[in-house]
């Protein structure tokens, strides 16, 4: 069965600088992997997602991806955060056969201070 | 272009009493899954559906039920809701399995007083 492990349950950085969330998965064939990002009491927006092809994948609001077979993980990194990207962030990953669900990690929440 | 539509946006219900969730998935999308997020929580599976029969079970209690309708649409049934019920019930869909992406819709929340 797949897994997802989020190690950082919060993190907060100062606004301007850099991030990076940790994502690790556990899953026995090709993973079809996800960021979503989720604001109190709202629905879950898709960051980006890798099928296939180049590791490093872009998303939207400036938010990049790196896939580590190697390392079994999906970091989500961004240069320099906005006040507005203080959410909720789930990695969740999926396969390509089965109608196959989403497993989410417990996700991050991030903090970002002035 | 089309989202996945949930209805209600929200509900509030009292305990013992029966809520039903309904989904419309994006046109032409074949499989839809529900989840239960509880406040404070990850998105947990509760069960998908593919071309209208039920595709994969996770941990839905046996006071729920759902089906998959003909144009695709689902629904699900919650009876003898209990106050741990409360939570964001979030629909998704996606075509030809997960490869090529799921769509989550805005999600009801269900308050149980």
């Known amino acids: 069965a797949q897994s997802v492990t989020q190690p950082d349950i919060h993190i907060t950085v100062s606004e301007g600088a850099s991030l990076e969330l940790r994502c690790n998965y556990s899953?026995?064939?090709?993973?079809?992997l996800f960021w979503y990002v989720q604001s109190p009491g709202q629905g879950l927006q898709l960051l980006l997602k890798?099928?296939?092809?180049?590791?490093l994948v872009q998303g939207i609001k400036g938010f990049e991806a790196e896939f580590k077979r190697s390392q079994s993980s999906f970091n989500l990194r961004k240069p320099s955060v906005h006040w507005s990207d203080a959410a909720e962030y789930f990695c969740?990953?999926?396969?390509?056969?089965?109608?196959?669900?989403?497993?989410f990690g417990t996700g991050t929440r991030l903090t970002i201070i002035p | 272009a089309a989202g996945v539509i949930q209805s209600p946006r929200h509900l509030i219900k009292e305990k013992r009493e029966t809520a039903t969730l309904k989904c419309y998935p994006i046109?032409?999308?074949?499989?839809v899954y529900w989840y239960q997020q509880g406040p404070g929580q990850d998105p947990q599976f509760l069960i998908s559906?593919?071309?209208?029969?039920?595709?994969d079970k996770g941990s839905i209690p046996d006071r729920f039920s759902a089906q998959q309708f003909s144009d695709y649409h689902s629904e699900l049934n919650m009876s003898s809701l209990e106050l741990g019920d409360s939570a964001l019930y979030f629909c998704?869909?996606?075509f030809g399995g997960g490869g090529y992406g799921y769509t989550f819709g805005s999600g009801t929340r269900l308050t149980v007083v």
């Open positions: 998704a869909s996606s």
């Open positions: 890798y099928f296939s092809g180049d590791t």
């Open positions: 969740a990953v999926g396969a390509d056969f089965g109608n196959e669900k989403l497993t």
């Open positions: 046109p032409r999308h074949d499989t």
């Open positions: 899953y026995g064939a090709t993973p079809y």
């Open positions: 559906f593919y071309e209208k029969m039920q595709s």
